[in-house]
Each structure stands twice: as C-alpha cells, then as structure tokens.
C-alpha cells in the first residue's frame, strides 16, 4: 500500500472499529470483540518475534500470564516470606501501576528468555519456549503463598482510568472496557510498527532472511533478537494486564498452551511479518469460537477450529494480508513501478 | 415434604393435561459445564442429569404451565471459555438463571459476571469456601463444601475397627484436593486423629508411584484420597503394587466404578464418601424421586458411575425450576429472592439454602447429605 | 535406603516407557525436521485400539497390542500422506501449525468416538505385585518394560541392519546426496513418519492396561515427549533413550525425595538447565544447534 493511503486506511479502521458501540450496541458482540481485542494485543506481540524475526516463541503465553499475575498482585497487594526471616510486602496500588508493573516484569522475563533461548535456533528454541511456560505454570501452582496457587486470585479491580473532569473511573460498562482495550491495541501496533522501521527492524529482517550474512556485516544478532523479545514481551504482558482486569480472576491456568496456540494462529492466518496480520488473524479466530457456539456439539467445534487451522496453513501458507496485498499489488503493478510494487509486497 | 412435592408436581400437570404439548414460550434455563478437555467426562454426566430433569419436569407440565429449556454451553474446561460461555448465555439467550460451572476455578471466574449481570447461579459440584464466603449474591450452592463433608465423615468415624488413629494423605493439586486436605485434617484433628503425610499430585498425573512410595514410609494407618475418579482408579491400583497397606478412604463424591469390573487383587476394600449411592436408591432420603431419577438415567443406556455425579445436575434443576415457581415470573432478580424460598426434596436430600459469608450481600448454601459406600471385591455395601 | 530401592525400580519401570515414547519422537524429527506435534494423541490412539480390541471384540491381549500398534503405523502414514508430503518445504512453523491442528482434530475426534469416561484395559497378569525384598513391582509393569527394551532393540537394528534403516539414516543425515544415491525420499518420509507414530502407539497400548485410557490422555506425555528428546538431543536417538530414562529417575526421586507438587517440573527445569549448559543435550550431537 502506498505511502499515504495505508496510514488512511489503517486509521479509517481504528474509528470504525471505535465506533461499533454506537453503531452495534450489543453488548454481546463487544464482550466477544474484547475478549478477542486482547488476545490481538498478544498476537501483534508475537508477530514481533515470529514474524520479523522468524523465531516461534511457543511459549507467548508466560508472558501473558507473568503480566496477569504482575498486574493482579501489584493491585492485589501481598506479603510473602522470601527466606532467611526477610517478608517481602506490597500494600495494593492502583491500577495503573499494575499495568505498568505487568509491562516490566514480562519485559524482564523476555530478557531472560531471550539471553537463554537464542543460545539455540529452530525447533529447539520452539521446545525450550514451551518449558518455559510449563515450568511458570508449575511456579504459579506452587509458590500458592504468593499466587494462592490452584485457588486462582480472585477479588482483582477492574479497570480503571483518570479521565479529565471525572477523577479516577471504574471502567466496568462493556464499551468502556472495549476502547480501552482496542486504545492499547493501537498503541501495541503502532510501538511494533516503529520498531519494524527503524534500524532494529531493518536488523531482524536481515537476520531472519540470511543469519549468517546478517552476521558477516556484523549486526550483532543475538543483542537485536533479545531487544525484540523484551518489547514482545512487554506488550504481551500488557495484554496479560488487561486479561486479569477483565476477567478479574486469575489461576495457572493462563499460561495454557491452548493460548500460546490462538495467539500464533491468528498471527500465520493473518500473515506473519506484516503488520495487519495479526489483526486480521485476530479478528477470524478471535470470533470463530463463538460463531460455531452453538452451531455443532463441542468436539465437533473443537474439529472445526482444528481444520480451519490446517487449511489454512495449507492453502494460504503466507496468511490472508499478504495474498490479498499480492493480488492487489499485482494488478497495480502494471501502472506502477515495478520495483514499487515488489518493495510493497515485501512490506 | 413427600406430600408437597407430589402435590406441586400434580398441581403443575393438571392444566398441561388439557392440551396435548405446550404452546406457550419456553423458559430457559442456561448451564455452562466442562464438555470437552480434561474434566469432561465429569461435566457430561452433570449435563446429563440436568437434561433428564428438564425431561422429568416437563413431562409433568413444565413450570407455570411453560416448558423448560436447557441451553447448554461447553466452557472447555478452562476458566476464559467459562466466561465467554456466561457472557454468551446472558447476553445473547437472555437466559434469567444459570447452572455451573463445576471446577471451582470456572465458578469462580464466573462470579464477577454474576454481580455484573445480576443474574443468579446454581453452583452443583464446587467445594471451595470462598464461593459463598465472598459477599455474592447471586450464589446459591447444593454441592457441599470440603468441611461439610469431613463434618459428616467425622460423624461416623467411631464405627471404624481398627479405630482410625493417623491419617496421612493423597489430594490432586487444586482447590478441590487442597481444600479436602486442609478440612479433613482439621476436623479429624480435633477429633484427636493427627495428620501424617500429605502427597499431592497434579491433576494429569497418571504414574503416582514415587508419591505411595513416599506415603508408605508414614505410619498412620488410613489414606485419604481427593482427586477425580479416573486417577483415584490409577491411586488405588497404584498402592497395591507398591504395598502401600493402608486404608483408603476417598472425598469428594468420587467413585472407582472401573474396580467393581475389575476388583483389586488381594481381598483390599476401600471406602468412599459420596452424595449419592446409586446401588442403593432405597437408601436414599427421599427414595422416590432417587428411584426416578436413576431410572431416566439408566433409560438412556448412560454409564451407570454416571449416576453418582449426574444427579448435581439434575438436583441443580429441580432448584431452578422450583425458584422460577415461587418468584412466578421469568426474572432473574425475582428468581434470585426466590431462591431463598426454596424448599425441595432433590437425589442427594432436601435442597434449602442457608445465609453464608457477610451480612447484607449473603450467599445461599445447601446443607446436603453424605453417604459412605464401602467397595470390596468389586461388590458395593453403604457403611 | 528401601525408599530409594523402590524409588530406582520405579524409575527404571517409568524411564523405560519414557524411552519408547521418546524415540518415536526424535526419530521423525531427525529424519524429517518435522516437530510431532501429534505424538501425545497417536499414544492415545494406540491405547483405544487396544481396549476396543480387548475389551470390545475380546480379541487376544497380545495381538491387540500388535494390531494397535500396526494401527498407529498405519494412522500416521495417513498423516504423512494428506498432511506433511503436501507441506514439505514449508516453514518450520507451518508445519508445527498444521500438526497441532490435527492435534486437535484427533483429540476431539477420539472424545466424540469414545466419550469422556476412562476406560480401564483388561490384561492377563495378576494384579498382586512381585516382591523382591524391600521392593515391589507388578508383572505387568515388568512385561512393559521388557517389551520396551525388545522394541528399542529390534529398532536398533532395524536401522543399523536393514536396508531401509540405511536409506532412513542416509536421509537423515543428508536428504539431497540421499536422494541422489538413489533413495526414494518421499518413501523413507512416510516409513519413518509410521514407525514412529507405531512406535507411538504401541507406548500407549501397552501403557493403556497400566494407566487408564481417557480422550486428553496424549496431553501430558507429548509434553513429556519433548522434554525426553530435547535432554537426549533432538534427532539423537540413543539420546531419546538416555533421556527417556533420566526423566524417569529424576521425576521418581525428585517426587520422593524433594516435592511431589513439583514432580511435573522437573523435566522441564532439567531441560533448561541442560539447554542453558550444554544445547546440543546431554548426549554430544554431531551438530546442529541452529
């Protein structure tokens, strides 16, 4: 797309996505499109990583839920014992501070992460993800004095926010909740879009189309990967935030694989390495289980949702975006450059 | 409490007798259970009792002369698709009550929605205490909580020989299994049986042998068992081949139906606490409404260890359908001050809720009935 | 000191299975760079083959365990056949998609098919466990392991021995000068693809009588599966055995002698620290860390 019309069309998105409270107020479809909005949120985090860098994090989900409980606990308040006779403690803040506290503890842990993993490519750095997760699911059973383990931590606040002329609000009603959240999806996008244009981004392309080539000029590889993983992360956790304050309950269960799943399929059917991949991703699988609700018996969802999948994967092996830029691009090209064009389509 | 029953199910067929099938709308009642995933095989069975109780009552006339429905939605076991799950049955089918969510996780992820919509719900199977302790309510529970059901195990713990002396235990890692632990253990305690060893194991778990082995080493004498039935079925097997040689006594409404097939070699029985015994319907504190209830069930050719978990469900309707009665209009605010006014004899004993947690914003909770069913060689007595 | 007898029995008896389940694994992965997302839920497949076998048609218990395996051989050529020869060159994510996808698709499907409710497989062995002194084991758990240790072997030599292990390894090692030489590398794809669901399968018949046999049982052990291959090295096949045993001991007196709540973990803390000390696994590989 071109210069001037992509940031049109993208911003003509946002508002009429922003307007669905007036146009379909049904609180139904916003409960649903929020539920979805967030997990958009962990799949543009992703496409970060799996799709600039090339790497599959199947772990994403820890940093989801590290977010989720950062953010409950830091409202929450707790006080633990941390050895040696030392309590560590916590009076409850406010909820902008678990907010912020979700972003930094899963940009800490994606440091960690990515000064391990990146020790190793592939498949392995695929499976040491998916340990990660499994051993903080472990964690977060077990440490039950600060997580309250399987007992979930209940009772988190729901949002809230300053809003000029009001003070300090709830946001409970549905289209509240919903601008926050898409407002924080906008944001994600437009930090993961700043980053894919500047030197770094350039970096991880390079590196994720010729590892040893992009060595050989000497881009530092492993310090470019780890600063992804760490602002990957950080939104991640951000949208793990928003899960807690949502849903307002928060078990081990958060680092399911079952989310790390929806999350990378969203971001591959949408088409990965482009930045409206995962929106759209997200919005065909953010809403497909609640469309076959209803439609079959629950296996026969569960089916449905695995062959959509597989087709998917087979039939549009680059995602939706890109097939669809590709064939618009394709019948551009004849009256533009054709070097624009292939710049476009790569973009 | 016979009479009133029989009274209010004739009372009800009498005007659906003039015309064959009903014409007026359906009233709706919404139930989210685990139907797929881990734990579905536990929430089939809950799924199942609530449909043949829709099939029961409706047969005799529904409820205000209107039939009942039941729209059930699957919440995968997992607490996210509980809540989409509600979200989808108040939102979109407007339902004025709802039914669930069997893991105490799902139901607790489910209470906020509940204070939200304003809608009330039937809790059928969680234990845990904050459930009704937390100020909602919209919450009303039949099932018992873990100290409900130690307090009746206690009851009866004088008629063991060799009297129970020490107790160590075997408990899934989660609310359920941790709850038990922690109440078990409290009330035997004060009955002046201390605790040995507690073992846990995470709810996948299918090789427990470094757990019995550890357990083997404690010298009490009875081994208390809280997990699902499938891996209380792998638990007791399992201490067989590591000789454990305890006593095993099972929680939660339990049952290793798969041992009555194929018994434990070595003449080993074990003890189990349930809500309802489906070997005995006679046994039962209102024997007539057990004996319908497991005949529907067993007209369906379901599994019959079904019985000792279906009936939460089936219970769970008889509670919503007798509140929508009382409050005599379809609306969840009118259903919710209704329930308080609930007094019905269900499978498990007669259903009447009780104010719990702080004053003002009370929840409701059921005092049920426990049973203690002994299993040896493959044959079934009640203790 | 009798704990810990009984804690390395059990840890031989679990590390045994451990290491079947394991190879099927890394032998795909090795052979094909295929991530078998699929493993968990052809281990499920095989042990409903053998409880519809044994306890439905009442066939004998020993050719069930064949059938069941032979079953799963046959499932995962299908696999190969519809799913991965029409992905072959695909991302490395593509594919692991598409398994996980048919993950799912079987999963469901066998909850469909069969119900929620475990099942419990009938065998022929006594129920009463042998004892040796201070330790006890049952004979059924001892047949497991020794037709574990009879499939590792006969596998063993199957690929060092025949002439289809050849072309396996061949490829393995080099899928292009493989080809030139003559091996038919879509062929060795699909025979490797069966074996390994085979292998697979027959984990979970002869696994099916010891545990009990449920729709979401493949769930933990594909998880399983991966921490056995990664500590033994991905591709590595004496390595899955290695590792099969190690997470075997590990969990076994880990769980009985530190805490059992964090039994599960243990195998995948190993797997970092492994990973975060030496990546190539336990056992050296010949290469490959990217």
């Known amino acids: ?120 490519r592939g498949a392995y750095f695929v499976i040491i993800t998916i340990c990660f997760a499994q051993v903080l699911r472990m964690v977060s059973l077990n440490w039950v004095e600060l997580t309250q383990g399987p007992m979930a931590l209940t009772g988190i606040p729901p949002f809230a926010l300053w809003l000029p002329g009001q003070g300090v609000v709830e946001l409970t009603s549905k289209p509240q909740t919903y601008w926050l959240v898409l407002g924080v999806a906008v944001l994600a996008f437009l930090i993961v879009r700043q980053i894919v244009r500047s030197r770094i981004g350039r970096a991880l392309v390079a590196l994720r189309e010729n590892e040893t080539l992009a060595r050989s000029v000497g881009i530092r590889v492993t310090h470019y990967l780890v600063i992804a993983t760490v602002v990957s992360a950080g939104i991640a956790g951000a949208a793990g935030s928003l899960f807690a304050h949502y849903v307002r309950i928060i078990d081990p269960d958060v680092f399911l694989f079952i989310y790390t799943v929806t999350m990378v399929i969203m971001v591959v059917t949408g088409g990965k390495g482009t930045l409206w991949g995962p929106v759209v991703g997200g919005l065909i699988f953010g809403l497909l289980p609640d469309m076959l609700r209803g439609a079959a018996r629950p296996e026969a969802q569960w089916i449905a949702y695995g062959l959509a999948m597989i087709l998917l994967v087979m039939f549009l092996p680059r995602g939706i975006v890109p097939a669809f830029t590709g064939l618009l691009a394709g019948r551009r090209a004849r009256v533009v450059l054709p070097a624009a064009a292939a710049r476009e389509a790569a973009e | 409490m016979l009479t009133r029953r029989t009274a209010l199910l004739s009372g009800l067929a009498l005007p659906a007798l003039s015309r064959t099938g009903f014409a007026a709308d359906p009233i709706r009642i919404g139930m989210t259970q685990p139907l797929t995933g881990a734990v579905a095989a536990s929430g089939n069975y809950v799924a199942n009792g609530a449909k043949i109780a829709v099939d029961v009552l409706n047969r005799a006339g529904g409820v205000m002369g209107r039939p009942i429905e039941l729209v059930l939605e699957d919440n995968k076991s997992n607490p996210r698709e509980a809540v989409a799950a509600v979200e989808k049955l108040v939102l979109r089918d407007k339902v004025p009550a709802l039914i669930g969510a069997w893991s105490s996780t799902f139901t607790l992820a489910i209470l906020p929605k509940l204070m939200e919509y304003k809608v009330p719900m039937v809790v059928e199977t969680s234990s845990a205490a904050r459930i009704t302790t937390s100020g909602n309510p919209y919450v009303f529970r039949i099932a018992p909580t873990s100290e409900m059901e130690a307090i009746g195990f206690a009851e009866l713990v004088g008629k063991y020989t060799p ?84 006593r095993i006594v099972s929680t939660g409404g339990s049952f290793p139906d798969a041992l009555i097939h194929q018994p434990l070699p070595g003449g080993a029985h074990s003890d189990h606490v349930l809500f309802y015994a489906p070997w005995f319907p006679e046994k039962a504190i209102h024997p007539e409404i057990a004996k319908t209830y497991t005949e529907e069930w067993n007209k369906h050719g379901w599994e019959f260890a079904g019985l000792t978990e279906g009936f939460r469900g089936y219970d769970a309707v008889l509670t919503v359908a007798e509140a929508v009665r009382i409050a005599g209009k379809v609306e969840p605010e009118a259903i919710r001050e209704a329930m308080w006014k609930v007094q019905i004899p269900g499978v498990n004993g007669n259903i009447h809720f009780q104010k719990e947690g702080p004053a003002g914003r009370e929840s409701g909770q059921n005092q049920p009935n426990v049973y203690i069913v002994r299993l040896a060689d493959g044959k079934t007595s009640l203790v | 000191m009798d704990q810990a007898l009984q804690h390395l029995v059990n840890g031989t008896v679990l590390g045994g299975t451990y290491a079947l389940l394991g190879i099927g694994l890394t032998l795909i992965f090795g052979v094909m760079r295929v991530v078998n997302f699929t493993h968990g839920e052809l281990y499920a497949f095989g042990a409903y083959m053998a409880y519809g076998l044994v306890s439905l048609l009442g066939l004998n218990f020993y050719l069930s365990l064949l059938l069941a395996a032979l079953l799963g051989a046959a499932l995962g050529a299908v696999i190969e056949r519809v799913l991965l020869r029409p992905l072959r060159g695909a991302d490395i994510d593509s594919v692991m998609l598409a398994m996980i996808g048919a993950a799912l698709v079987l999963q469901n499907a066998s909850m469909w098919a069969w119900g929620g409710v475990a099942k419990l497989v009938p065998s022929p062995f006594d129920g009463m466990p042998l004892v040796f002194g201070p330790v006890s084991v049952l004979p059924l758990r001892l047949f497991v392991l020794g037709v574990a240790v009879a499939l590792l072997l006969a596998f063993w030599f199957l690929l060092d021995r025949t002439r289809a292990g050849i072309a396996m390894r061949a490829t393995f090692q080099d899928p292009e000068t493989a080809a030139l030489m003559g091996v038919r590398v879509a062929w060795v794809g699909t025979a490797t693809f069966a074996i390994g669901s085979g292998l697979a399968a027959a984990a979970g018949a002869l696994l099916g009588p010891v545990f009990m046999v449920s729709p979401t049982m493949g769930d933990l052990v594909g998880l399983k599966a991966f921490a056995i291959v990664i500590l033994g090295g991905l591709g590595n096949l004496p390595g899955a055995v290695i590792g099969g045993f190690a997470l075997g001991y590990v969990e076994e007196f880990g769980g009985g002698f530190l805490s059992t709540e964090y039994r599960d973990a243990f195998g995948f803390l190993l797997i970092i620290l492994v990973l975060a000390i030496r990546p190539q696994g336990l056992v050296a590989a010949k290469e490959r860390v990217g």
């Open chain 2, 163 to 246: 009297a129970i002396r020490k107790i160590d235990f075997l408990s899934v890692n989660n609310d359920f299994g941790r709850g038990a632990t922690e109440k078990y253990g409290a009330i035997l305690g004060a009955k002046g049986i201390p605790t040995g060893r507690v073992e846990t194991m995470t709810p996948e778990a299918t090789d427990l042998s470094a757990q019995l082995t550890a357990l083997k080493q404690s010298d009490g004498d009875t081994l208390f068992i809280t997990t699902g039935v499938e891996q209380l079925t792998l638990a007791m097997r399992q201490a067989i081949e590591q000789r454990v040689g305890k």
């Open chain 1, 1 to 120: 797309m071109s210069a001037v019309l992509a940031p049109l069309l993208g911003w003509s998105f946002a508002a009429a996505m922003a307007s669905v409270p007036f146009l379909f107020p049904d609180p139904y479809l916003l409960a649903v499109l929020t539920s979805a909005g967030i997990f958009i949120i962990g799949a543009i985090s992703l496409n970060l990583l799996l799709g600039y860098t090339g790497q599959l994090s199947l772990g994403h989900a820890a940093f989801f839920g590290l977010g989720a409980y950062a953010s409950a606990l830091a409202t929450l308040g707790f006080d633990i014992a941390i050895g040696f006779g030392l309590r560590l403690r916590l009076d409850p803040q406010p909820v902008w501070v678990g907010f912020l506290s979700a972003v930094v503890v899963a940009g800490l842990f994606g440091w960690l992460l990515g000064r391990l993993a990146f020790r190793v």
